[in-house]
């Protein structure tokens, strides 16, 4: 652990790289999570998943679906379901907006990453709009050229 890490208490557990490929984040919001002790031990253990994983709002509730946090072992038969669906804490605002975005055309709420913050488990959840092909291969482009000119910055020195 980075010193930076020790002094914000900040410690990410997962990261969901392929939703920065796959989608233009528009907007992002930092959530609260409600889970089970089992959960949170496997998460201190950096046992996540967040491939496959998007939020939804139901009944003014926000949700995190289909995220993986593996069983913890020692739990032994008061463990909990993998895959279940998890309450996202999020102020009533928070969700308000969230769901008017949802409603425009092509806009989805993808988890960016969990990470702990102060003891607590978070997930930072994104409004994204899907990538077509060649937006993809325009950013891979994009990072290309950005990776060159720092090399060369750098060979000048």
Known sequence: M???????????????????????ILETFEAGMVLTGSEVKSLRAGRANLKDSY???DRDEAFLLNAHISPYAAASHFGHEPERNRKLLLHRSEIDKLNGRIQERGLTVIPLKIYFKNGRAKVLIGVGRGKKAYDKRESIKEREMRREADRATRVRR
């Open 2 to 24: 980075s010193e930076a890490e020790k002094t914000s208490g900040d410690r990410l557990v997962t990261e969901n790289r392929k939703a920065r490929h796959d989608y233009e």
């Open 55 to 57: 939020a939804r709002i």
